[in-house]
């Protein structure tokens, strides 16, 4: 069994098993998961210690009305297993904003204060490796296919957003990229915006208001490409394996939402505000 553990207590009645499942799935790959529904509790293994470490950032947010309190017996640190291998990246292995910004995506709320520690998080201890080298790959792997040697995608469709849309849209029809892109990240980097994504997936410098505008982009492209945003048992991430979510409604927050969040597309409330 997994000595990479987080305990959670405070359950609500109405939370099941599936609903922990999904929600801590969004953390990293789970291995197993103790439920002790009596007594309003659950110890959840994770494969990944960094995994462990992104679902103790939900400690004091909720989940089905209840207040939830998640702690470990021990510390858990980031692994950096070095270079991605393949076209492959774990969830566990994503940097935490843009975890943050998948469970936006999906339906569920954030509170300021949770989107902020991801952000913290990120700065104290960077971007993985594994993930920085699976994004340039992407990027520059695109950027060959439709431009040429040496040449990336991200920052060729970013000149100005009317060319941008243009060259994308010129480079959809000759090459068919982002129809045959499984990945979110590759229709993303063939966005307009497409420079714009790459920074915030590789810089640790961002905001709040930066999470909520990439939850916009997960959920828009969601939309475009007819992603299901019901359970799917083997699902891992963004993109065509993405993280399974009850078709019920799971909020984390830590003090009363406030403001309607569009990035979900589902008509719940988010406390952060929005971006235009």
Request: one cysteine or more; hydrophobic letters at 30%; glycine letters at 8%.
């Amino acid at each position: 069994m997994s000595a990479y553990t987080i305990h959670v207590s405070g359950i609500s009645d109405a939370t099941t098993e599936q609903h922990l499942t999904d929600f801590f799935t969004f953390c990293g790959k789970i291995t197993s998961v103790e439920y002790d529904r009596a007594n309003h509790t659950a110890t959840i293994h994770f494969e990944k210690p960094s995994a462990a470490k992104t679902a103790l950032m939900l400690n004091g947010g909720t989940l089905d009305g209840a207040h939830l309190t998640i702690t470990s017996d021990q510390e858990h640190h980031d692994k950096d297993d070095g270079a991605a291998s393949g076209d492959h990246i774990d969830q566990a292995d994503k940097p935490r904003a843009g975890i943050a910004a998948e469970y936006l995506a999906r339906g569920y709320t954030l509170s300021d204060q949770i989107l902020q520690r991801a952000i913290e998080l990120d700065k104290q201890h960077g971007i993985s490796n594994r993930f920085l080298s699976y994004i340039q790959s992407l990027d520059t792997k695109l950027g060959e296919k439709t431009l040429g040697p040496e040449k990336t995608i991200s920052g060729k469709v970013q000149e100005t957003l009317a060319s941008a849309t243009q060259q994308a849209k010129a480079v959809d029809e000759q090459k068919g990229i982002t129809k045959t892109a499984s990945d979110y990240y590759a229709r993303a980097l063939t966005s307009p915006f497409g420079q714009k994504v790459k920074a915030f997936y590789t810089s640790t410098s961002k905001q709040v208001l930066d999470i909520h505008e990439e939850a916009r982009r997960i959920a828009e492209t969601q939309k475009q490409s007819g992603t299901s945003t019901g359970p799917t048992a083997t699902s891992t991430g963004v993109g065509s394996a993405a993280p399974p979510i009850s078709p019920d409604v799971h909020t984390v927050a830590t003090t009363p939402a406030t403001a309607a969040d569009p990035a979900a597309g589902t008509g719940k409330t988010a406390e952060a505000p929005t971006v235009v």
